[in-house]
């Protein structure tokens, strides 16, 4: 009788440990499903992540637009700025002028990346000295001055460069600005948006500082 005892004991221990390990496999078995399922959920954030990325590069004919005529815009603005660097006889115009230069020649080379990234043609260099190519490109956007008036600023010198200068910025100001709202309104692409905010508070402040210095506020 112990003998049949030890054996039954035995046997259920061991049916007992074979139920055991296989509900261990069994959740083994899910664990593992559930891993592939957290792998499987993680790939679609994944792909939404890269499609955002994708669409903060997207741009279109505004944004074109925007960097072809702004960086025409702002070249001409430089050369304004070099030549109050010689031809003004205030500091502060000259102090000015510097800060302006500072502000957009890097403004030029981002705007030049764009189009290149894009596939665009970067437009020429306006005070390269081919004929009448200032005159010409000053017609198409608000601001510019023709290239009699660059001349014109060229030849000045003391206090009248000095507030021929500042008339011409400003007004080469409010058309930049036009442009930039323009851009805001119309443009795609996240970095040229940002860079006619950035065009609006800057030029918007430069004006105020100018016209105090012309006496006008």
């Known amino acids: 009788m112990t003998a049949r005892r030890t ?6 221990l061991a049916a007992t440990t074979a139920v055991a390990a296989l509900a261990l496999a069994a959740c083994g078995g899910d664990g593992g499903h559930d891993m592939g ?3 499987s959920d ?3 954030s994944t792909s939404t992540s890269a499609s955002a990325s994708a669409e903060a590069g997207e741009h ?3 944004d074109v637009d925007f960097a072809t005529e702004m960086i025409q815009h702002h070249r001409q603005a430089v050369e304004m700025a070099d030549m109050a660097a010689k031809g003004a006889s205030s500091q502060e115009v000259k102090d000015l002028a510097t800060k302006i230069k500072g502000a957009q020649d890097p403004e030029i080379k981002t705007m030049s990346g764009w189009l290149t990234s894009w596939g665009e043609e ?3 260099d306006m005070s390269s000295g081919m004929p009448g190519m200032d005159h010409d ?3 198409g956007m608000p601001g510019m001055m023709s290239g009699e008036d660059m001349d014109k600023l060229e030849k ?3 206090t009248e460069f000095d507030k021929m200068f500042l008339d011409m910025m400003v007004q080469h100001h409010e058309g930049a600005i036009e442009m930039a709202k323009g851009e805001k309104a119309d443009g795609e692409y996240g970095p040229a948006t940002k860079l006619a905010d950035d065009v609006i508070t800057a030029q918007t402040a ?3 500082q100018m016209n105090k210095m012309l006496g006008k506020s």
Do not use: L, Q
């Open 60 to 62: 279109n004919k505004a």
């Open 206 to 208: 430069e004006i105020e």
């Open 42 to 44: 993680s790939s679609p």
């Open 156 to 158: 000045a010198s003391g």
């Open 122 to 124: 970067v437009p020429e």
């Open 37 to 39: 399922s957290m792998e």
């Open 7 to 12: 054996f039954v004991r035995r046997t259920a």
């Open 137 to 139: 490109m000053s017609s």
